[in-house]
């Protein structure tokens, strides 16, 4: 089954269509891409970190348009990896714990801004001050735990319960640092299974995974069919060395999902179906984007891949993932996962309704830098861009009236399409000599290029001049009938 099936699927068992509406978006996009030459960055990266075993894909518009693997998922039987060998994905499994604390939310069944202590009473003795959305923020006050938390996989629920009953200690008081928790998003777990009234695991499958249709994905991975799973390793004293299999326990939360290269990429697919935004849309799609919304602190990140050094990320976690701008992609979310056997990283670039993933079985080789370089190859290459907005009737009528004023080197004629601060910013006289100036320095222009919509009120535009390009940005005021409230022109000359 394609994802646009699985999306079918969907739209068919929903009241609220999911992808029926069409976004108000046009492709720019060539069709083409270098994927060998990506393999072989992977192949590379993958010998260098001494990874058995590697699976990576690319989500474009709905669509798993390239996946490839490499290497071997058990060492012993030498069985090659494939687009349908299982991996667990570690952290990677917070993004379906957050997404799923939405839904609740959204559903009326809880408030991320209720104490825990609410959801889970045994914390009421140590959690006070603790919400639901510090939990989800990783704002708690809990240390980090990487190492530790990631051995808690297999922890039995009452065992887990009468580490709540005791409590933990604070790394800091909760709500005024970002320090990330997998003890955290394991008390998520029990707030699922507490307000759903169904355990964590199951929930996550009624809600998410059989929707979506990834039947390969579950949380105990004991129950991988033979032969299907990707054995993990680590890679000590020169050589690799058998991690234990841990079953699904009450930490299974914060990183115990197991699935699939072709499984995983509908989750991928699923995320991206969020953008653009539309007036009217299923409810689904503003509760992924919810996902991208922190609470808590801002915080530095190197960027991932070559072009770490020229770049800074400054990101904040949302729900399972962590969203940031980035100076070559725009706007990204991404998330990596480390376990013991296994590292994974995803990177969504939501503008561009792109995605990029890899799944790997050895202890923590997370395959950032690979998965980052490759979006920014595709986003560079153009085969993936943001998607152009298509023009509002507004912004269109605005344009014509912008087109109107510079062909009549002035705005006099133009009243009704400005709005009433434009009179009051500017005089008649210095719009006359600021138009006729740009004229002299540009001579005649091209004003033929449609604008390009930057918003529903606002666009930008190019002309070709014989002496030049006239740039312009133009911003509708927010009233009923379309008026001019800004309108900027820069004259850029000829070398």
């Given at each position: ?20 509406d069409?976004?108000p ?7 083409s ?10 192949a590379?990266?993958?010998a ?12 474009k ?13 058990d ?42 202590s ?8 140590w959690a ?19 190492p ?8 039995p ?9 005791a ?13 990330y ?21 199951s ?6 995974l ?16 033979p ?6 390793y ?9 991690e ?14 197991v ?24 409810a ?6 919810a996902?991208?919304y ?16 020229s ?12 969203a ?8 990204v ?17 939501p503008e ?13 080789a ?6 980052w ?57 210095s719009w ?15 004003d033929s ?23 312009g ?23």
């Open positions: 089954m394609t994802i646009k099936h699985v999306f079918a699927v969907l739209l068919a068992a929903s009241a609220a269509p999911l992808l029926a069409s976004p978006a046009i492709s720019v996009q060539p069709q891409a270098d994927f060998a030459a990506l393999d072989a960055d992977f590379k990266w993958m260098e970190a001494h990874v058995p075993g590697l699976v990576w894909g690319v989500v518009n709905g669509e798993l348009v390239h996946v490839k693997a490499m290497g071997v998922q060492l012993d039987s030498r069985t090659p990896a494939t687009p349908d060998t299982a991996f667990r994905i570690a952290s990677m499994t917070k993004a379906f714990t957050g997404y799923s604390i939405l839904k609740l939310r959204d559903e009326g069944r809880l408030r991320l801004d209720d104490p825990v609410k959801y889970v009473p045994e914390t009421k003795g006070k001050g603790i919400s639901v959305g510090d939990l989800l923020h990783h704002t708690a006050g809990f240390v980090t735990d990487d530790w938390g990631d051995r808690q996989q297999p922890l629920e009452a065992e887990f319960t009468k580490m709540l009953k409590g933990v200690p604070f790394s800091t008081a909760p709500g005024t640092r970002y320090e928790s997998n003890f955290g998003f394991a008390l998520l777990g029990r707030v699922i299974t507490n307000v759903s009234g169904q355990d964590y695991a929930r996550v499958g009624a809600t998410v059989q929707p979506l249709g990834m039947a390969s994905s579950r949380y105990e991975v004991r129950d991988v069919p032969g299907k799973l990707a054995l993990g680590r890679w000590e004293n020169d050589a690799w060395s058998p234990p299999v841990m079953p699904h326990g009450a930490f299974g939360a914060m990183g115990g999902l699935t699939t290269g072709n499984d995983y990429a509908k989750w991928i697919a699923f995320l991206l179906s969020a953008w653009p935004a539309q007036d009217e849309e299923a689904s799609r503003s509760t992924i984007r996902m991208q922190g609470g808590g602190m801002l915080h530095a990140r190197r960027r991932p891949g070559k072009e770490g050094d770049c800074r990320l400054s990101a904040i976690y949302g729900a399972g993932l962590v940031a701008n980035d100076c070559v992609l725009g706007n979310l991404f998330h990596g996962g480390g376990f013991p056997g296994y590292g994974s990283h995803m990177l969504l670039v561009a309704g792109l995605g990029v993933f890899a799944l790997t079985n050895r202890t923590y997370g395959p950032t830098a690979p998965v370089d490759a979006a920014t190859a595709l986003f560079k290459s153009g085969y993936a861009a943001p998607r152009a907005i298509a023009p509002t009737p507004a912004l269109e009528t605005g344009y014509a009236a912008a087109r109107r004023i510079w062909a009549a080197g002035g705005v006099e004629g133009e009243r009704k399409y400005l709005a009433m601060n434009v009179a009051m910013d500017r005089s008649d006289a006359r000599t600021y138009l006729a100036d740009l004229s002299v320095s540009l001579g005649e222009c091209d290029p449609p604008v390009i919509a930057t918003g529903n009120l606002s666009g930008r535009f190019s002309w070709a001049c014989a002496k030049g390009r006239l740039e940005t133009l911003l509708l005021a927010p009233v009923a009938s379309p008026q001019i409230q800004s309108l900027t022109l820069q004259a850029i000359p000829n070398p």
